[in-house]
Nanobody, 116 residues
């Protein structure tokens, strides 16, 4: 079955960096685009970053452009989110996602807290 397991979250001060990882299994990872979403308390889930199956196409939410970088290692079945210049408003649960029509699959999430 499809499994997505996020890791790498934690507590970081404003201006700091974190690298999130999402280990995928149960499907042909290299054939599918991957996404990172986040959800802050009391807010809707929002798309943070997208990466095409081969890694060439990448898009970002406006709030993270220039600070976050999505990448993938198809040999390892893993997608990453490098987060730099973190802000308090980046505090959220971060989720890995793959859309295998007709279903969306989600990991359990990893919590990122940005606070001084």
């Amino acid at each position: 079955q499809v499994q997505l397991v996020e890791s790498g979250g934690g507590l970081v001060e404003p201006g700091g960096s974190l690298r999130l990882s999402c280990a995928a299994s149960g499907f042909t990872f290299s054939a599918w685009p991957m996404r990172w979403y986040r959800q802050a308390p009391g807010k809707e889930r929002e798309l943070v970053a997208y990466i095409g199956s081969a890694g060439g196409a990448r898009t970002y939410g406006d709030s993270v452009k220039g600070r976050f970088t999505i990448s993938r290692d198809n040999a390892r079945g893993t997608v990453f989110l490098q987060m730099n210049s973190l802000k308090v408003e980046d505090t959220a649960m971060y989720y890995c996602n793959v859309h295998l029509a007709p279903r969306n699959y989600w990991g359990q999430g990893t919590l990122v807290t940005v606070s001084s």
